[in-house]
């Protein structure tokens, strides 16, 4: 079975950074689009920052930069750095793997940006 483990979430304070991680088995990693959305309590899960096999990105512009994504394909590992975080960042995170028709995500993890 796919599996997507995310690990890294927790509680911070606003202006803090962050590093999520997510570790990915039994799919040929390099392959697949991989991606964090997130989804805050009575909201939509919305998309955060893709990062094709090829290394391209795309990201959501209200974010103005503050994440990034990157992808280790040695490790099947996939990380989101996120800087100057605020309370409005506070949500569910989830790890996504795609590839064509085929879609993964992972269980969350809950990062929590609170004064």
């Known amino acids: 079975q796919v599996q997507l483990v995310e690990s890294g979430g927790g509680l911070l304070r606003p202006g803090g950074s962050l590093t999520l991680s997510c570790v990915v088995s039994r799919i040929t990693f390099s392959l697949y689009t991989m991606g964090w959305y997130r989804q805050a309590p009575g909201k939509q899960r919305e998309l955060v920052e893709t990062?094709?096999?090829?290394?391209?990105?795309n990201y959501v512009d209200s974010l103005k930069g503050r994440f990034t994504i990157s992808r280790d394909n040695a490790k099947n590992m996939v990380y989101l750095q996120m800087d100057s975080l605020e309370t409005e960042d506070t949500a569910v995170y989830y790890c996504?793997?795609?590839?064509?028709?085929?879609?993964?995500w992972g269980q969350g993890t809950q990062v929590t940006v609170s004064s």
């Open positions: 990062v094709s096999s090829n290394g391209r990105t």
């Open positions: 996504n793997a795609q590839l064509a028709t085929l879609t993964y």
